[in-house]
């Protein structure tokens, strides 16, 4: 349990610093559009922040759903599912078509 724990603390003080950088970055891109300078790529970086923000709270939600749930069975169940793959991916010895006989 200290390691979800620990990873849920990771996690939401990745999203407090992201938003942090958020808040900068849309400040920086206000001031850049005040004065009139070309604000394109500022702007962009900003839409790219804000996705990755969503993702990292999404992340963050369905991490502590699952651990309020006690709902773990889906890794093992896709764990599972990716050791049988690799297995079944694995090359097969090939069958010998002869006989074993004594060939003195």
Do not use: C, W, Y
């Amino acid at each position: 349990m200290e390691f979800t724990t620990e990873k849920i603390e990771r996690a939401r003080s990745n999203i407090a610093e992201t938003e942090q950088r958020i808040l900068r970055q849309r400040r920086r891109v206000e001031k850049m559009l005040v004065e009139r300078h070309p604000a394109d790529e500022a702007q962009a970086q900003l839409l790219v922040m804000e996705q990755s923000l969503l993702s990292m709270t999404r992340f963050l939600t369905n991490l502590e759903r699952d651990l309020k749930l006690g709902d773990l069975s889906l890794q093992e169940h896709q764990t599972k599912k990716r050791i049988k793959a690799a297995q079944s991916a694995e090359p097969q010895p090939p069958k010998s078509t002869a006989s074993p006989e004594n060939h003195s």
